[in-house]
């Protein structure tokens, strides 16, 4: 039976290394903007959740986007450019890990094969995981640094 979604990450829950890195270097604000996030579903959600959660105000950062030098740029006007603190992405990741139905898998793809539409996952370890479509979120290997 394969699952629809599946996680796979080494530690012991989905983006366990991005976590402890963000932690390790006491990360205040991401770099990246709301519009930047793991629902694939939904490119608004964690402006959703922001909203829903009543922290739009207190944990986001207006990106500076001049709005009347681009009328046109609906993700300035929305909020989408704004940047997330850590604590707002973090809960809306756990928010959504939580209520996505996902398979969670401890391990670490060790390769890809396979072409569009029939891949398979090697784990470490021999398992495998067969897979439609992957998406790989690589980071940066090896510990953080300043």
């Given at each position: ?6 996680v796979v990450d ?32 939904d490119s608004n ?86 897979a439609k479509s ?13």
């Open positions: 039976d394969v699952p629809r979604v599946c080494p530690g012991d829950a989905w983006m366990h290394t991005w976590h402890e890195r963000f932690k390790a270097l006491q990360i205040k604000w991401l770099r990246s903007p709301m519009g930047a996030h793991p629902d694939t579903f959600s964690l402006l959703a959740y922001a909203h829903s959660s009543g922290r739009a105000e207190a944990d986001t950062y207006d990106s500076g986007v001049d709005k009347k030098r681009f009328p046109n740029l609906r993700e300035a006007w929305t909020g989408l450019l704004d940047l997330p603190s850590n604590a707002l992405f973090e809960d809306f990741c756990q928010d959504l890990a939580n209520r996505l139905p996902h398979t969670f898998v401890k391990g670490k793809a060790e390769a890809v094969k396979g072409e569009d539409g029939d891949f398979t996952v090697v784990l470490d370890g021999g398992r495998t995981v067969k992957v998406v790989l979120a690589l980071g940066v290997p090896g510990p953080g640094t300043v």
